[in-house]
């Protein structure tokens, strides 16, 4: 049985927080290209195109001989399941750009840390104090305040929003789970590669052509999410994840002003408060895990 990997230790490193603020950045520009996309084509089809443009760029950019240093895998069907839940997790959130302002899908998702904190109870084993327990239950509260059931008819896409937001904390709870046993370049490796192999299986099937002009966009897109998967895996190479979190909701800024200045759409009000309310949960969430791991290594030291 392969020996686990220990966790990386939280630490105030700038270099790390820098990569992780760039591969958000990079993610929020994706997701105003893919808005644009699937727009005018079908939602799988962009995925997998997507997926298949980012390989070669990939492998070109690591070179051969690393890709096949890294590709072998201890828990290779964790990593299968980790690479397909993203998978559908991305086709999802695709088609909720198409019915709904990029900020309205971000405000929804930015409920995933907060859901990995109360999964992590079940799935992982792990105790979850009363502070964190309660930053949990207001960032619920955010999210009804964003969804508003009862005093409006809740817009199916938000709810699938929701579902992608359980889904991607799932995922994100396999991926501690690979990092015990695989190093954070093979978890990148399968899903990226992976990931294009399993969406070859649908993709097809969704074929229209696609105007020139277009083609350039899925390149862009392909560019944008293999080096923001770098980044982030490196960013989380370099600093714990519960110091990176609180920097991905700058997905939400730039979901805001890409929707604004592309679409000409802005959150409402409440949206705007309900997120508002998500974001400092899962701040101060974050913060609690970092000061809990903080008590627990000087106990141990």
């Not at 559908?88 to 990029?102: D, H, S």
């Not at 990148?188 to 969406?199: C, D, E, M, R, S």
């Amino acid at each position: 049985m392969p020996a686990e990997r220990p966790a990386p230790r939280p630490a105030a490193d700038l270099g790390g927080i820098g990569l992780a603020l760039l591969a958000m950045a990079c993610f929020g520009t994706m997701d105003g290209i893919s808005k644009v996309l699937v727009s005018a084509y079908p939602a799988p089809l962009v995925l997998w195109l997507r997926h298949l443009a980012a390989v070669p760029l990939v492998l070109v950019a690591v070179g051969p001989r690393w890709a096949i240093r890294n590709a072998r895998s201890a828990r290779p069907l964790l990593q299968l399941a980790r690479t397909a839940l993203l998978v559908v997790e991305m086709g999802i959130v695709l088609l909720c750009f198409r019915a709904l302002p990029l900020a309205d899908v971000h405000a929804v998702l930015a409920l995933t840390p907060l859901l990995v904190t109360a999964l992590s109870v079940p799935l992982l084993g792990e105790r979850v104090g009363w502070r964190r327990g309660t930053a949990v239950a207001v960032g619920f509260l955010g999210m009804l305040v964003i969804l508003r059931p009862g005093l409006s008819v809740v817009h199916p896409a938000a709810l699938l929003a929701l579902l992608a937001a359980f889904m991607y904390a799932v995922y994100n709870i396999l991926t501690r789970r690979a990092a015990l046993v695989d190093p954070p370049q093979t978890s990148f490796l399968w899903q990226t590669v992976g990931g294009a192999a399993l969406l070859t299986l649908v993709g097809p099937l969704f074929w229209v052509p696609l105007a020139p002009f277009d083609w350039l966009l899925l390149l862009a897109l392909a560019g944008l999410g293999a080096f923001g998967h770098y980044c982030l895996v490196r960013a989380l190479a370099r600093v714990a994840a519960v110091v990176v979190q609180p920097f991905a909701y700058t997905m939400l800024v730039w979901a805001v002003v890409i929707g604004y200045l592309v679409f000409g759409d802005l959150p409402d009000r409440w949206t705007v408060t309900g997120a508002l309310v998500v974001v400092g949960a899962g701040c101060y969430a974050a913060w609690r895990e970092h000061v809990r791991s903080r008590a627990a290594r000087a106990a141990g030291g």
